[in-house]
């Protein structure tokens, strides 16, 4: 192995390093699959690096984004800020239409 190709495997080396810190500190909700994710990069990491670097990049620039959805859940079938109009149940509608 040339010298230069110990350098890189030390980068890559360094950087699944900082992935896995990364993945550590995750809610338990989200840790599972990243760290499923973050093991095949490494199982990857032995056979191909290159490639492996490529999923990594990926991979950290998704740990970057925020958390997609809200952060909570509005009540069932409510719009935060949006009027609430009232239910129109069979009910009602047979009430104004036989007035």
């Known amino acids: 192995m040339a010298a230069d190709d110990r350098l890189e495997d030390d980068e890559l080396a360094r950087r699944l390093r900082d992935a896995h810190r990364r993945v550590r500190m995750l809610p338990a909700a989200d840790k599972e699959r990243h760290a499923r994710r973050y093991l095949s990069i490494c199982d990857l990491a032995k056979r191909d690096p290159e490639r492996a670097a490529a999923r990594l990049d990926a991979f950290l620039a998704a740990l970057d984004e925020p ?4 952060p909570h859940e509005p009540p069932h079938g409510s719009v935060p800020g949006a009027a609430q109009e009232p239910s129109d149940t069979p009910r009602e509608r047979k ?5």
């Open 67 to 70: 958390p997609h959805g809200p």
């Open 95 to 99: 009430n104004t239409l036989g007035d």
